[in-house]
């Protein structure tokens, strides 16, 4: 009698299991938003020129914000941005003030797990960035720029719907600096940019 009872017991164990696990494969239809705190780091030392001269932007931490969409088990978009970084900069060594730096980019995501029990769910993108600089020296301008922007990222499953989530992604950011209308230089960003942080799914 302990035997038969037993058996549905353990059948009815594994199902649920099974049913866990399979609640957090990624699906077509499924929908995110991602939160969390972030790094940026222009590439390279010399960043640029102003007037002339070598311009060193500096390294920033801020927000971070991330929607996306499956359209099937393995392929998304995704629309990211984060809070504006406020990056220093300097000239010779000395302070010349600081620039505004809010980045917003659309991506194309490819999920290799999607539809797969796993928990890992890693990720890897392609798309277009766009940055938009304010708050400049006084007299200088900063132009607003495009470029293309790549990045890998992974969720972990804490629930089916809680993840944490790490990413690094990098952007080809070179923009134009104006005075007067006459560009007067070049600011090459090219930031890579590392975080972390929690997906919600629905």
Same mark, same amino acid.
């Given at each position: ?35 969390? /705190? ?18 060193? /932007? ?125 560009? /007067? ?18």
């Amino acid at each position: 009698m302990r035997t038969t009872r037993l058996i549905p017991a353990i059948a009815l164990a594994a199902g649920c299991t099974f049913a866990s696990q399979a609640a957090l494969a990624y699906g077509a239809g499924d929908i995110f938003v991602r939160g969390g /705190i972030a790094k940026t780091e222009p590439e390279g030392s010399d960043n640029g020129n102003l007037g002339g001269s070598e311009l060193t /932007i500096e390294s920033e931490r801020g927000f971070t914000y991330g929607f996306g969409y499956l359209f099937t088990d393995r392929l998304g978009v995704e629309l990211n941005g984060s809070e504006k970084f406020e990056h220093g900069l300097t000239q010779g060594g000395a302070s010349v003030g600081s620039v505004d730096r809010m980045p917003v980019n659309l991506m194309a995501n490819y999920y290799p797990l999607g539809g797969l029990d796993s928990p890992v769910q890693p990720y890897a993108g392609v798309g277009v960035n766009y940055t938009r600089f304010s708050g400049e020296p006084s007299g200088v301008d900063v132009e607003s720029t495009y470029g293309a922007v790549g990045q890998l990222g992974v969720d972990l499953a804490v629930t089916r719907n809680l993840m944490l989530n790490g990413f690094a992604n990098y952007a080809d950011v070179s923009a134009d600096i104006e005075s007067g209308g006459t560009q /007067i230089g070049e600011a090459e960003v090219d930031p890579v940019t590392v975080g972390g942080g929690v997906t919600y799914r629905f």
